[in-house]
T-cell receptor, first 113, second 115 residues
């Protein structure tokens, strides 16, 4: 089925560990982004990409890295996990930036202990 | 700065009741406006959108009108069902050169519909 696929769905990390959250879309969308969802705060933009090879920071980028080597994939890397990074992470894509609504993945629930 | 303010939840309704969720925004320029819905355990789904003043977005019985004069985008549905129980997010889509395509979300409003 066409859409945005995120893996894993759940993850528990120890403080200081690193990991990569995977995101892939098969809709040939140019624009991809990562959000984190925390209670009472809505969704906050971590990083985004307007096309392969181009990434930029969002509202809360510290502690996260991204790369976009292909149109389809946009992985999010946690360099050294901290309890403050406990959250639900969503990847989203859109045909282009602008007036289009976004297609969201089903999310990754991350707990850092 | 730019922001989106939604009414706090949870909003609890009986089936077939009228639903209104208030959303107001502050923004530079003329943003696009969106409503997203999140069902339990799932990602967000686009419910409706409006890209300019006085536009009305509609989908699945939900409606919202882009009101530039009051900077509002209130969501309404005339008769809710139990299946409408979800969290609803109002979002603002930027159109400025340095923020093109970014979304600013409200905190979300949980809606609970009882039989």
């Amino acid at each position: 089925n066409a859409g945005v696929t995120q893996t894993p769905k759940f993850q528990v990390l120890k403080t200081g560990q690193s990991m990569t959250l995977q995101c892939a879309q098969d809709m040939n969308h140019e624009y991809m982004s990562w959000y984190r969802q925390d209670p009472g705060m809505g969704l906050r933009l971590i990083h985004y990409s307007v096309g392969a090879g181009i990434t930029d920071q969002g509202e809360v980028p510290n502690g996260y890295n991204v790369s976009r080597s292909t149109t389809e994939d946009f992985p999010l890397r946690l360099l050294s996990a901290a309890p403050s990074q406990t959250s639900v992470y969503f990847c989203a894509s859109s045909p282009t930036a602008g007036d289009y609504g976004y297609t969201f993945g089903s999310g990754t629930r991350l707990t850092v202990v | 700065g730019d922001s989106v303010t939604q009414m706090e939840g949870p909003v609890t309704l009986s089936e077939e009741a009228f639903l209104t969720i208030n959303c107001t925004y502050t923004a530079t320029g003329y943003p696009s406006l969106f409503w997203y819905v999140q069902y339990p355990g799932e990602g967000l789904q686009l419910l409706l959108k409006a890209t300019k003043a006085d536009d009305k977005g509609s989908n699945k019985g939900f409606e919202a009108t882009y009101r530039k004069e009051t900077t509002s985008f209130h969501l309404e549905k005339g008769s809710v069902q139990v299946s409408d129980s979800a969290v609803y997010f109002c979002a603002l889509g930027f159109r400025t050169t340095d923020s093109w395509g970014k979304l600013q979300f409200g905190a979300g409003t949980q809606v609970v519909v009882t039989p």
